[in-house]
């Protein structure tokens, strides 16, 4: 799948549970490691034949195990629990070492 | 990008401790082989360069431009994009909606939110409000007069309802005042609200002939 289309399927399936953060037109990222998160989670979803919905049901469980901490943007507090959604759901099916 | 407004310009910021966290996950899934570094490059370019509302800016000034691609394109709006290097998965049924002196379109989701991202990008918040899917179909004219838009009575205003199998995108009509413009600077003009329908292209005044 194409990296446009993987991204557009990203934004569907989070939308309304977990959507990724945007101002009116544009996706946000406050600092260049954001964008390189959902980078990582769109080549890393392909390689490892997970669906968005599956991502979804990590990133979910994953923001609500981290909350946004005080002194902490919205975005940084998103990601952060993207990453740990990537790890989790990487670790599930056995591509990484539980707790990496 | 937030700096520490002490650090000098030219120091490196210190990276936080979830920065770190994300480059050691990365180097870590570039070891497995689950990702590669220019792949991840390569989805980064994509949204910060590629997609967005100018791919449909591109393709309006080209309708603009040349009346034989004009054609193409409400014949067949995926068939058309895709001449311009564009392609998508919502774009896969992409209809060009044309706007004129007595036709008014505006599109919206009345179920959920599809939009034709590859051409438009990411939809606007309020696209995706129930206020906006509820009442454009209802009273259009009312909801056009609150983005300041505002048409001549004997204008008929059309709605179209997108769907996971059609994407409709508006071909505004081309301004007043823009004989001999090229492409780009055509381009500029198209807003993504006027090609939602909620917005109509207009020259800035004073801009030179």
Same mark, same amino acid.
């Not at chain 1, 979910?60 to 989790?88: C, F, H, K, M, N």
């Not at chain 2, 700096?3 to 210190?14: F, I």
């Not at chain 2, 409000?129 to 509820?134: C, D, N, T």
């Not at chain 2, 081309?174 to 055509?186: I, K, N, S, V, Y």
């Given at each position: 799948?194409?990296?446009?289309?993987? &991204?557009?399927?990203?934004?569907?399936?989070?939308?309304?549970?977990?959507? *990724?953060?945007?101002?009116?037109?544009?996706?946000?990222?406050?600092?260049?490691?954001?964008?390189?998160?959902?980078?990582?989670?769109?080549?890393? &979803?392909?390689?490892?034949?997970?669906?968005?919905?599956?991502?979804?049901?990590? *990133?979910?469980?994953?923001?609500?195990?981290?909350?946004?901490?005080?002194?902490?943007?919205?975005?940084?507090?998103?990601?952060?629990?993207?990453?740990?959604?990537?790890?989790? *759901? &990487?670790?599930?099916?056995? &591509? *990484?070492?539980?707790?990496? | 990008?937030?700096? /520490?407004?002490?650090?000098?310009?030219?120091?490196?910021?210190?990276? %936080? /401790?979830?920065?770190?966290?994300?480059?050691?996950?990365?180097?870590?899934?570039? %070891?497995?082989?689950?990702?590669?570094?220019?792949?991840? /490059?390569?989805?980064?370019?994509?949204?910060?360069?590629?997609?967005? @509302?100018?791919?449909?800016?591109?393709?309006?000034?080209?309708?603009?431009?040349?009346?034989?691609?004009?054609?193409?394109?409400?014949?067949?709006?995926?068939?058309? =994009?895709?001449?311009?290097?564009?392609?998508?998965?919502?774009?896969?049924?992409?209809?060009?909606?044309?706007?004129?002196?007595?036709?008014?379109?505006?599109?919206?989701?009345?179920?959920?939110?599809?939009?034709?991202?590859?051409?438009?990008?990411?939809?606007?918040?309020?696209?995706?409000?129930?206020?906006?899917?509820? $009442?454009?179909?209802?009273? @259009?004219?009312?909801?056009?007069?609150?983005?300041?838009?505002?048409?001549?009575?004997?204008?008929?205003?059309?709605?179209? /309802? %997108?769907?996971?199998?059609? $994407?409709?995108?508006?071909?505004?009509?081309?301004?007043?005042?823009?004989?001999?413009?090229?492409?780009?600077?055509?381009?500029?003009?198209?807003? $993504?609200?006027?090609?939602?329908?909620?917005? =109509?292209?207009?020259? @800035?005044?004073?801009?030179?002939?």
């Amino acid at each position: 799948m194409s990296a446009d289309a993987a &991204l557009a399927e990203a934004q569907a399936a989070l939308a309304g549970h977990a959507p *990724l953060p945007r101002d009116e037109s544009n996706l946000v990222f406050e600092e260049p490691w954001q964008g390189r998160a959902l980078g990582m989670g769109v080549v890393a &979803l392909e390689r490892a034949g997970a669906s968005w919905a599956e991502f979804r049901v990590h *990133l979910v469980a994953a923001i609500r195990r981290r909350p946004q901490r005080p002194g902490e943007s919205a975005a940084t507090a998103y990601y952060a629990a993207w990453l740990d959604a990537l790890e989790a *759901l &990487l670790a599930e099916r056995g &591509l *990484l070492p539980p707790e990496a | 990008m937030t700096e /520490d407004p002490k650090a000098g310009a030219h120091q490196p910021r210190q990276a %936080s /401790d979830v920065e770190l966290r994300a480059r050691a996950l990365e180097a870590l899934l570039v %070891s497995k082989g689950l990702v590669a570094t220019d792949a991840v /490059d390569a989805v980064i370019e994509l949204y910060e360069h590629e997609v967005g @509302p100018h791919n449909g800016a591109r393709v309006v000034a080209r309708a603009w431009a040349d009346p034989a691609y004009r054609e193409r394109l409400l014949a067949d709006g995926t068939e058309a =994009v895709a001449e311009l290097g564009i392609a998508g998965a919502e774009g896969d049924n992409l209809v060009a909606v044309a706007n004129t002196p007595a036709v008014h379109n505006v599109i919206v989701c009345t179920l959920c939110s599809c939009y034709p991202w590859p051409v438009l990008g990411l939809p606007p918040s309020w696209y995706k409000s129930l206020a906006y899917r509820a $009442r454009v179909v209802a009273e @259009p004219r009312a909801v056009l007069g609150e983005f300041g838009l505002e048409l001549p009575g004997d204008v008929e205003v059309r709605v179209w /309802d %997108s769907s996971a199998e059609v $994407r409709y995108l508006v071909v505004p009509m081309r301004p007043d005042g823009t004989d001999g413009w090229d492409e780009r600077r055509l381009a500029a003009l198209v807003t $993504r609200d006027c090609m939602v329908g909620t917005a =109509v292209p207009r020259v @800035p005044r004073g801009a030179s002939p």
